[in-house]
């Protein structure tokens, strides 16, 4: 096989996860991206170790490292993505600007607390 097929589609698979990254709001659709640009990326390391044998398939290795941690990243996204979701009811990254809390939500006052107490100790 070419050496230039799979870079070619791990090219095309790049240019749609870049593409997906800055056009898309939807957080959820930028992390499916970001994966689409990891796999064009272990796509090329696969290709590059295959074409130049090595006995380590060194390649090989650091795409397994680069699933497993683009593995974590998802579950971590996903996980932010869905607190995100909790508290705002809204995913779309352009009305995320801050993620500290909106100011539609009444000041409650709350009293101030006694004051502590100081523990005075004796002298030896």
Do not use: K
């Not at 240019?15 to 056009?23: F, K």
């Not at 390649?59 to 705002?88: C, D, H, K, P, S």
């Amino acid at each position: 096989m070419h050496l230039a097929y799979p870079t070619v589609v791990a090219a095309l698979l790049f240019s749609v996860g870049v593409y997906g990254v800055l056009a898309r709001r939807n957080a959820i659709l930028v992390l499916m991206s970001v994966e689409l640009m990891l796999n064009a990326v272990n796509l090329n390391l696969v290709t590059f170790d295959m074409r130049f044998r090595d006995r380590l398939h060194g390649g090989q290795v650091l795409t397994l490292f680069t699933i497993v941690i683009a593995a974590a990243e998802v579950g971590l996204g996903l996980a932010i993505v869905l607190l995100v979701y909790r508290n705002r009811q809204n995913v779309d990254i352009d009305r995320l600007r801050s993620l500290a809390e909106s100011d539609d939500a009444p000041d409650e006052e709350t009293e101030p607390g006694p004051e502590p107490e100081t523990v005075e100790r004796a002298a030896p």
